[in-house]
Every structure is written in structure tokens, then in C-alpha cells.
């Protein structure tokens, strides 16, 4: 029998919210197509789950319900998944091709409605990837039409949508312009008053978030209150650099190439008062970020952990009186008020002298071959009491789902019985609320089997995670610096810092490395799909 999963998708939130719109329709065809199935062949397949994207383009695979999608049939869920078309689940030829690797590696077969293709047959594959590449071509024409129209509307001077600066209001006699709001228009000149004054961004946020100045409150398109937040020296920023203010209309100013024309709106603020606030930025940049100062590339980014809060730190820099320094730091030491908003001992490290620890204690772990020992041990011992209790939670919960779904099979027949003139209301809001519950509960579930896969999958020798340091220890010793981020990346996975001491999670299964002396561990998995995911051993070694 199929198990099969049914994916709907639709592209904008207007297509979404129409009662009877496209999902509907994708969804009752596809139920008709295996009603009409199961008549010719008794238990043809049964419907194992319905995965619904809602306002997401299909340009490429970052969509909830397609990964769920995707997870489901990872852990054999699903054995057909069954579409309107093609376009529904792809418009990336690139995507769509490693999608049908993915269905072919877990035995997964391919139905759309439309086109009706036979994915096992030469020929019926490459009608398929055809359909696909023309599918992609649509796409990339439809916004090619639409950036030409936003390019000219843009040369003419009209605003094209978004948020709406700062003192300024929509026009709703033309859509094009914008109108003064005179309120925040007066807020407007006070920044920039003050900027002029203060001539610096940090300090003029403080001036103004005491004033009481916010930035622009809107109600954005699902109807949600967003803005009027307090300044911040990147909202400030912003602020200030904004043509729209001098009645001017910036055209490819993401791009770089920005060039400006006369704007259909008018302006607030006097344009030798707003180039005097450029002369004051540049000259702020230049004076405390100079042309030849390179970016640091952080290395240890996402793996530095501070011991006492469990938060990441992150990379940041300072200016000295004769050179740059930088070095890994909480997300915000300072509040608004200048006050610290953390007591931890461990404030800040150097970059470079954190990552020379590091390189240190890797070395050290190769000479004191009983922390290996130790830290395997006490993986393995913690490895053997987790699966007994992730099995009893995965029984556990899968009975759960038995009993909501009887629960809700109960209901819906008892609608079915129920008299015309009485009204079901009260049976359908508890068939909502059991139906919520047990997706709740399969999500749980599927992260317990994930967990399980894991406990049950890995492994780690003494030999194995020995070779891996010293892969580590090799290239980060002759690779330059830019190029270690992704030496740690595939043997470390925290690096896990005290007053006192410091505590990695080593990597036990290689992924990607290029050195051929190097062989995976037993046990160690590594799962591919789109950007890709890993399943790898980690022992956690304190130094």
C-alpha cells in the first residue's frame, strides 16, 4: 500500500485566504485522484498526511511544510508524494533535480495530477525535467517584467511600496507619492538638528531616545502593529542617509550604482542641512574605520560559548590608540544607558588568543591520551542511558496519536449523525483542538526518532576522534586564517568557555575532508538535501 503525502502550495497571501481558492481545489483533486485509485485497486494507498505552504514561492526549497515534507519521508512516512503539478513543488531546475535524487535514494515515487509523468522511463523523465526548466523560465521572466516596471517607475520619481519613512504618510489619491505627515515631520527635523549638534550617531541616539523620538509605527499588510521602537545607531543611520527626506527618489541603491532623481513627494529637510550631515558621517567613517583595515574573519563564529549564561558570544572589534583589536564578546555588554547587562567573569576574549587556546588544547588532548579516554567513556555511558528513555517516550507518544485520532474519527461521526437543524459548531471546535494536539504530538514525535537515529547510529573510537584532532591541528597550523572557519566547522562543535577552564565538543565522524589518510568512523552518518544536513558523533573533552 502507498503512504502518501499530499503537498499543496500557493505563491501569495491573497491566493491563500480565499475560502474556496486553490488550496481547496488542490486538495479535494488529489483526494479524488486516490478515491478514484483505490476503487480500480483495492488499498491503492491511504493519505499518511496533508503538508500546506501558504503564501511561499516555489523558487526554491526553504518552505516549512516542504521540509517537513522531506523529514517524514527521511524516516519512512511517506513512500509517494502526490502534487496538483510540478510547479507546486519546484520552479528550480537545480532543486528539482536533487529532489528526484532524493525520491530515488528512499524509494519514494512521484504523481502529479497534471502532467501525469512516468519518472520510470527515459522518456518520461525527460518530459519532466523539461516542464521544469520552462517552469523556472516563467518564474525568472515574471520577475524580470516586474523589476523593468519597478525601474521605471522608480526613474519617474514614484515610490514603488515598503515602509514608509519617517514624516511621511500615503497618498491615497495616488499611490505613487507620498504626502507630509506634519506630526513626525517635525521629529524628522529635530534628528537631524541634533545630529548636527551632537555629531555623533551613539550619542544622538541617547539624546533621542530620551526625548521620547521613536522610530515610524505602521500596521504592515497582515495587520500587525510594527515600529516605534527606541533609536538604534543602524535605525539612526539609516535615517539620516535617506534621500527621500530632501525630496529625492534613490534608484539602485542597494545595488551600489545609486543614482537620484526628482521625487513626486516634498521634501522636509534642506539639502545643504542633509550633505552637511553626509560630510559628518564620512568623516566619522574615515576617521574611525580606515580604507586599509581589513575584516577580521572570526573563525570560531557560532562555537564560542560563554560557561555562566550558555549565550553565544560574538565577534566584535575595538579601536586602540595604535592598532585594531578584536575579540569574542556577549551579543550586547551595554544597554541604551551605558549600563552592563551581564555579570559574567568571562566579559570578552581576544580572537586570536582564544584561538590559539584552542589549538592548544587540541594539542594537549593528543598528549594526555586519558582525557580521550575519559571523555569517550563518559559519551558512550550517557549515549546507552538515553536510548532506553527516548524509545519509552516514542511509545508513549505514539499511543497518544492512536488515541486523538480515534478521538477525532469519533467526532466526525458523529457529525455525520447529527440532525440538520442542530448546529455541529461545538463538535468542530474540539476536532480543532484534538486535530492541533496530535500534530503537536507527531512533531514531538519525530524529533524523539531523529534523537533515537542518532543514539542508535553513532559511534566513536579513540582512533578515530585521535585522527580527527590531528586533522584539525595540521590544517590550522598552515592554513591561513581565513580559511580555518571551516577546519573548525568539521571538528568542533562548541568551544565552551570558564574562568578557569575550557571545554570543547569534538566531532567524531568526518564530513568533507579532503585528506585521503583520513577514514569515517563506524557509525557515522552524513544525510544530503538541498544546503544539507549532518548526523555526527560529538565527545565533549574538558581541558
Known amino acids: ?56 514561492s516555489g523558487k526554491d526549497m526553504n518552505r516549512p511544510e516542504f521540509q517537513r515534507l522531506l523529514s517524514d519521508i527521511r524516516v519512512g512516512r511517506i513512500n509517494l508524494v502526490l502534487a496538483s503539478e510540478l510547479s507546486r513543488l519546484s520552479r528550480s531546475i537545480k532543486d528539482f533535480c536533487g529532489l528526484l535524487d532524493f525520491f530515488k535514494e528512499h524509494k519514494v515515487k512521484l504523481v502529479t495530477l497534471r502532467e501525469q509523468f512516468d519518472t520510470t522511463t527515459a522518456a518520461g523523465e525527460l518530459m519532466m525535467f523539461n516542464l521544469v526548466n520552462f517552469n523556472q523560465f516563467e518564474r525568472k521572466q515574471t520577475g524580470e517584467r516586474i523589476t523593468a516596471n519597478f525601474t521605471s517607475r522608480a526613474e519617474r520619481g514614484l515610490w514603488n511600496g515598503g515602509v514608509i519613512p519617517l514624516g511621511y504618510k500615503r497618498n491615497p489619491e495616488n499611490p505613487g507619492s507620498l504626502l507630509i505627515d506634519e506630526t513626525d515631520a517635525d521629529s524628522v527635523k529635530i534628528i537631524f538638528k541634533i545630529f548636527l549638534e551632537i555629531k555623533n550617531l551613539r550619542q544622538t541616539c541617547l539624546k533621542l531616545n530620551d526625548l521620547g523620538i521613536r522610530t515610524k509605527s505602521y500596521i504592515n499588510g497582515k495587520g500587525e502593529s510594527k515600529g516605534g521602537n527606541k533609536f538604534t545607531v543602524a535605525s539612526l543611520y539609516h535615517l539620516l542617509t535617506n534621500a527621500t527626506f530632501i525630496g529625492m527618489r534613490e534608484i539602485n541603491k ?36 580606515p580604507d586599509e583595515w581589513k575584516t577580521y574573519p572570526y573563525p570560531l563564529t557560532g562555537k564560542v560559548i560563554c560557561g555562566e549564561c550558555g549565550k553565544h558570544l560574538n565577534g566584535k572589534s575595538a579601536h586602540g ?27 570578552r576574549v581576544r580572537a586570536m588568543k582564544f584561538e590559539d587556546l584552542v589549538l592548544s588544547s587540541l594539542k594537549q588532548i593528543l598528549a594526555r591520551p586519558e582525557l580521550m579516554a575519559k571523555a569517550i567513556e563518559a559519551y558512550e555511558n550517557a549515549n546507552n542511558k538515553e536510548l532506553p528513555l527516548i524509545e519509552s517516550r516514542i511509545k508513549t507518544i505514539a499511543e497518544d496519536i492512536k488515541v486523538n485520532e480515534k478521538k ?38 519525530l524529533e524523539l526518532e531523529s534523537q533515537k537515529r542518532k543514539s542508535s547510529q553513532s559511534s566513536v573510537s579513540e582512533s578515530s576522534l585521535k585522527a580527527r584532532v590531528e586533522y584539525a591541528i595540521k590544517h590550522l597550523s598552515e592554513a591561513p586564517k581565513e580559511k580555518h572557519r571551516e577546519v573548525f566547522d568539521n571538528a568542533i562543535q562548541f568551544a565552551e568557555i570558564h574562568a578557569t577552564k575550557l571545554r570543547l565538543g569534538v566531532y567524531g565522524g568526518y564530513s568533507n575532508l579532503k585528506d585521503s589518510k583520513v577514514h569515517p568512523i563506524e557509525g557515522s552518518t552524513t544525510i544530503k538535501n538541498g544546503g544539507g544536513c549532518e548526523i555526527r558523533t560529538r565527545v565533549t573533552l574538558l581541558v
Open 1 to 56: 500500500m502507498n503512504r502518501i503525502g499530499i503537498y499543496l502550495r500557493v505563491s501569495t497571501e491573497e491566493q491563500a485566504k480565499i475560502l474556496e481558492g486553490s488550496l481547496v481545489s488542490q486538495r479535494r483533486r488529489a483526494e479524488e485522484y486516490i478515491d478514484g485509485q483505490n476503487r480500480r485497486e483495492p488499498n491503492w494507498g491511504t493519505i499518511v498526511d496533508v503538508y500546506c505552504d501558504e503564501a511561499k
Open 254 to 289: 542597494k545595488r551600489g550604482d545609486v543614482r537620484q532623481v526628482k521625487a513626486s513627494w516634498q521634501s522636509i529637510i534642506e539639502v545643504k542641512d542633509f550633505a552637511a550631515v553626509q560630510n559628518i558621517l564620512e568623516s566619522n567613517r574615515r576617521r574611525f574605520k
Open 321 to 347: 590608540k595604535i592598532q585594531k583589536h578584536f575579540y569574542y564578546d556577549h551579543a550586547r555588554t551595554l544597554n541604551m544607558a551605558g549600563v552592563a547587562k551581564h555579570k559574567c567573569q568571562v566579559q
Open 408 to 445: 477525532a474519527q469519533n467526532i466526525i461521526q458523529r457529525i455525520e449523525e447529527l440532525p440538520s437543524e442542530l448546529s455541529a459548531e461545538l463538535f468542530y471546535k474540539r476536532l480543532t483542538e484534538i486535530n492541533k494536539k496530535t500534530q503537536e504530538l507527531k512533531a514531538g514525535l
